[in-house]
């Protein structure tokens, strides 16, 4: 185990299958037992204070549209603006698909706003603030994250849109590149990647790197 690689992997939190995609890519290409993850482990996987009820909202929004384009496809649901029936409590309107394509539009509406807010959010002109209010906000876990860092002799970030609402990558990446350690952005194909790229010199694109063509 003393030659063992030691690595730390930063990612969305609420991305854990990419993130198990990715650690059972390193065991196929290194071995299981030929390194050490040394990742925030999902128990201490949280995000404090404003940024987790924006997520949360986020994911919400994401939920009751989902559920929406499912009844859409309901062969049920009325294929009209709206429609009412009569009833004993007097006149009430009834699921249609003009309704719920009204509820979608207001739906997608809002979670636009929110992804736009939080992009914002993370814009390179607010890292520097941000780093620091993460420290504030969770010092132990701040604290935790440096420890792990300052271990590792690989700090890879995995690149996906979720990245974006997730501030506590520029804390990790501040910290990896204090320590100097080497800094590898693994590309999934999302647009996180302008997030990150003033960070780090090296990038490998997630196919180059499943094969096995990249270069420990």
Known sequence: MTDSKRIFISHAWSETVLYETFVASVDARIGSGNWIN?????????????????????????????????????????????????GPE???????????????????????KVAAKERRDVSLVEISKGVSVRMREAPELALEIRERIAGADYFFILLSEMLLFRRWVDFEMEVASDAGI????????????????????????????????FEW
């Open 182 to 213: 080497r800094t590898i952005a693994v590309d999934f194909g999302s647009n996180a990647g302008r997030h990150v790229e003033f960070k780090t010199r090296e990038t490998a694109t997630w196919a180059r790197f499943d094969q096995g063509a």
């Open 90 to 112: 007097g006149r009430r309107e009834v699921e249609t698909k003009g309704m719920l394509l009204k509820a979608l539009d207001e739906l997608v509406a809002r979670r636009n």
């Open 38 to 86: 040394l990742s925030i482990p999902k128990g201490l996987a949280i995000e404090p204070g404003e940024e987790l009820r924006n997520k949360s909202e986020l994911q919400q929004l994401t939920v009751e549209i989902q559920k929406l384009v499912a009844r859409l496809k309901d062969p049920l649901v009325p294929q009209v603006a709206s429609r009412y029936v009569y």
